[in-house]
């Protein structure tokens, strides 16, 4: 059974702290997108990570992927309280084509 | 540009009605989706399209049915409703990227209750 693990899955964490959000998949796959989703609202993808090695950052946010691990880290540097919001990893693994597997996700609250 | 829109917004059902969701993009994409999140949990995908006039089975296909007769619309069936599938339905798109899909651009979901 394919696992796309999210840890932790709820953090609190002070304005001005450094954290980060890890998620665990249990297949091959060099494909691996990170979302965010405010409450009640749609999902907003953030990262797309297309290769081993590959690391991208906006702004707060900086995502990476490591396959041989099958291990993608999104890490938060210096959190502010518009970063509160549920952060969800997504996988398409490399013997399904285009199927998406999504993590349970992340909720994350910044408190001031 | 829309992006991604969804018909109905919200849906109240009774056991065994049947119901369509619609879902349209203007972006050009191949790749479409359809999605349903239950309270607590991440998104599990029911049916995906590559391409006009294809389809293929996700994770949760059971109870659901989808056609892609244009490029920009994505449709999607419930013959006959229970209440398991009281849930919120995400319509995605995406272009293509290395041989696989790119960003998916989501639309703002369904809410439906099946009574």
């Known amino acids: 059974e394919l696992k796309v693990e999210q840890n932790p899955l709820f953090l609190s964490m002070q304005e001005g702290k450094n954290y980060t959000i890890y998620c665990n998949y249990s297949?091959?796959?060099?494909?691996l997108y990170w979302y965010r989703q405010d409450p009640g609202k749609s999902l907003e993808s953030l990262f797309v990570?297309?290769?081993?090695?590959a690391v991208k950052q906006e702004g707060r946010l900086m995502a990476s992927l490591d396959t041989k691990a099958r291990l993608s880290t999104l890490h938060i540097t210096a959190a502010v309280h518009d970063l509160s919001a549920t952060y969800f990893c997504a996988v398409v693994p490399d013997n399904t084509g285009n199927q998406f597997y999504f993590g349970t996700g992340t909720s994350l609250t910044v408190i001031p | 540009n829309a992006g991604v829109t969804q018909t109905p917004k919200f849906r109240v059902l009774k056991t065994g009605q049947s119901m369509t969701l619609l879902c349209a993009q203007d972006m050009n994409h191949e790749y479409m989706y359809w999605y349903r999140q239950d309270p607590g949990m991440g998104l599990r995908l029911i049916h995906y399209?590559?391409?006009?006039?294809?389809?293929a089975k996700g994770e949760v296909p059971d109870g659901y049915n989808v056609s892609r007769l244009k490029k920009q619309n994505f449709l999607l069936g419930l013959e006959s409703a229970a209440p398991s599938q009281t849930s919120v339905y995400f319509c995605?798109?995406?272009?293509?990227?290395?041989?696989?899909?790119?960003?998916?651009?989501f639309g703002p979901g369904t809410r439906l209750t099946v009574t």
């Open positions: 297949t091959t796959s060099d494909r």
């Open positions: 995605a798109s995406s272009s293509e990227s290395s041989g696989g899909p790119y960003e998916q651009y």
């Open positions: 399209s590559v391409g006009e006039g294809t389809t």
């Open positions: 990570l297309l290769s081993n090695g």
